[in-house]
C-alpha cells in the first residue's frame, strides 16, 4: 500500500493551474505517481493562496489555512514534509513569516528566503557569481546618478565592452547590450538593445522612473568550456559553504 507525504504550497495565483504551470506540473507528477499502486508515495497536495494565507500555532500544533484550505503541523511533519514556496511570494510579508516558521521546524522548503532573496534581484545574483568565478557576461548596475555623471557612465560600460565609446555612439552600434529590471523574471522587463542606441533608450526609462536600478549586460554565448561540469561543481560546492 502506497503511504502518504505531505506537501506544501504557498502562491499568489495558485488555485488556477491554467495560470501557473508549475502547478500543473505538480498535479500531473502526483497522477503519474498513481499509476505505480503499490510502490509508490503518492503525496497529498495542499494549495494554499498567498494573499489569504494564515498560521495559527496551536500549542504543539501549527495550522496553516487560507480560508478554504487547512493542513496541521507538528514537530515529526518535517520528516514527511516539502514545502514549495515560490519566488513570487517572497515579496509577501506574512508568506515570508509563514516561510520562516517552517524553515524553524526544520521542514525542507525549496526557494528558502534568504537565497530566494538574492535570486530575486539579478544584480546581487551577479555578484555572488562573480565572488565565486561562475561564468556569465560582463556587467553593470545602471542609475539615473550614474547614466547622467560622465566618469561612472564611462567607466560603467567600459565594464561591459573596453571598446565603448561614450563620445561617439555610431561606434557602438556593433556592442549590443542587454538592459533588465533587477526583479523580473520570465523574460519581463528585458530589452535587447545595440550600443548606438543604448544612452537615447536610458534616457527614456529613467524619465518614466528615476528612481529604478537597472543591470546591464553584454550579449555572450559562453562557450561549452565555461561549464566544464567538475570545475563548476567545485565552484557551486565553495559558493554553497
Not at 517572497?90 to 534568504?114: A, F, R, S, T
Not at 568565478?133 to 560622465?150: A, G
Request: with cysteine; proline share 3%; net charge negative.
Amino acid at each position: 500500500m502506497s503511504t502518504t507525504e505531505n506537501k506544501v504550497v504557498l502562491n499568489t495565483v495558485l488555485k488556477n493551474q491554467e495560470n501557473n504551470k508549475t502547478l500543473g506540473n505538480i498535479y500531473s507528477a502526483i497522477e503519474d505517481l498513481k499509476k505505480f499502486k503499490t510502490t509508490a508515495i503518492v503525496p497529498e497536495l495542499h494549495v494554499f493562496e498567498c494573499d489569504n494565507v494564515d498560521i495559527i500555532d496551536d500549542n504543539e500544533t501549527l495550522v496553516i489555512t487560507d480560508g478554504t484550505e487547512k493542513l496541521e503541523l507538528k514537530d515529526n511533519s518535517n520528516i514527511d514534509t516539502l514545502v514549495f514556496a515560490r519566488l513570487s511570494v517572497q515579496n509577501n510579508e506574512k508568506c515570508e513569516h509563514i516561510v520562516d516558521v517552517l524553515q524553524d521546524m526544520g521542514l525542507l522548503v525549496l526557494n528558502p528566503i534568504e537565497p530566494s532573496a538574492i535570486a530575486c534581484n539579478k544584480y546581487e545574483t551577479a555578484l555572488l557569481l562573480k565572488e565565486y568565478e561562475i561564468p556569465q557576461p560582463n556587467f553593470c548596475l545602471m542609475t539615473k546618478e550614474v547614466l547622467y555623471d560622465e566618469k561612472k557612465y564611462e567607466k560603467a560600460m567600459k565594464s561591459i565592452y573596453k571598446e565603448w565609446d561614450i563620445k561617439d555612439t555610431d561606434k557602438n552600434e556593433k556592442l549590443p547590450i542587454v538592459i533588465k529590471i533587477l526583479d523580473g523574471h520570465g523574460g519581463t522587463g528585458v530589452a535587447l538593445v545595440d550600443g548606438k542606441k543604448a544612452y537615447a533608450i536610458l534616457q527614456l526609462i529613467f524619465a518614466v522612473d528615476p528612481d529604478v536600478n537597472l543591470i546591464i549586460h553584454a550579449l555572450n554565448y559562453l562557450e561549452d568550456d565555461d561549464f566544464d561540469k567538475d570545475t563548476v561543481i567545485k565552484k557551486k560546492v565553495k559558493c554553497k559553504k
